[in-house]
T-cell receptor, first 111, second 113 residues
Framework: SQQGEEDPQALSIQEGENATMNCSYK?????LQWYRQNSGRGLVHLIL?????REKHSGRLRVTLDTSKKSSSLLITASRAADTASYFC???????????FGAGTTVTVRA | DAMVIQNPRYQVTQFGKPVTLSCSQT?????MYWYQQKSSQAPKLLFH???????NEADTPDNFQSRRPNTSFCFLDIRSPGLGDAAMYLC????????????FGPGTRLTVL
């Protein structure tokens, strides 16, 4: 069954604006990952954040993790048309051996 | 560049006609995965190989089989495709652990007529 759930399901923003999406999960994790998927393509790994970390940055991406709330957020700053994609969080359960992907947030950046 | 390659990118088959999808990697990773992804859904793990050890997910239909003849190549065989098997099939690799960062190929879009 699906562990992570992204919110919102879809997001439309103007180029230059920030985009924030959230991921909630149900049970304790070792790490949480964010992936991007452009239409009709494979997934690309963005960031991995471990359960003992609270925030990580990569370029225009900022990921936070709140283990007490069992949630994570992905912020894309100064969005570009090329950021148009679906974004998935993936969690590894502390008592499981594999990644569990959420259904994703579809982000559309309007020029 | 090290990468994960999938062939073909698009595959059309007929109902019940066996089909094989292929994946190759130049990353020399131990673990290879096959995922099925339907429109607007999460990727669903079908099975994975940890080196030569094959691991089937409990809910993967018997219709789906896989082969990994060597470290670099992995195949997904669908013995009798049904209309419900139309989907994007994603191959991925990770270096060692199953919860490590995964590297995905571009996917094969399967259409069943």
């Amino acid at each position: 069954s699906q562990q992570g759930e992204e919110d919102p399901q879809a997001l439309s923003i103007q180029e230059g604006e920030n985009a924030t999406m959230n991921c909630s999960y149900k049970t304790s994790i070792n790490n949480l990952q964010w992936y991007r998927q452009n239409s009709g393509r494979g997934l690309v790994h963005l960031i991995l954040i471990r359960s003992n970390e609270r925030e990580k940055h990569s370029g225009r991406l900022r990921v936070t993790l709140d283990t007490s709330k069992k949630s994570s957020s992905l912020l894309i700053t100064a969005s570009r048309a090329a950021d148009t994609a679906s974004y998935f969080c993936a969690t590894d359960l502390s008592n499981d051996y594999k990644l569990s992907f959420g259904a994703g947030t579809t982000v559309t950046v309007r020029a | 560049d090290a990468m994960v390659i999938q062939n073909p990118r698009y595959q059309v088959t007929q109902f019940g006609k066996p089909v094989t999808l292929s994946c190759s990697q130049t990353l020399n990773h131990n673990v290879m995965y096959w995922y099925q992804q339907k429109s607007s859904q999460a990727p669903k793990l079908l099975f994975h190989y940890y080196d030569k050890d094959f691991n089937n997910e409990a809910d993967t239909p018997d219709n789906f089989q896989s082969r990994r003849p060597n470290t670099s190549f992995c195949f997904l065989d669908i013995r009798s495709p049904g209309l419900g098997d139309a989907a994007m099939y994603l191959c991925a690799t990770s270096e060692t652990g199953l919860t490590d960062t995964q590297y995905f190929g571009p996917g094969t879009r399967l259409t069943v007529l």
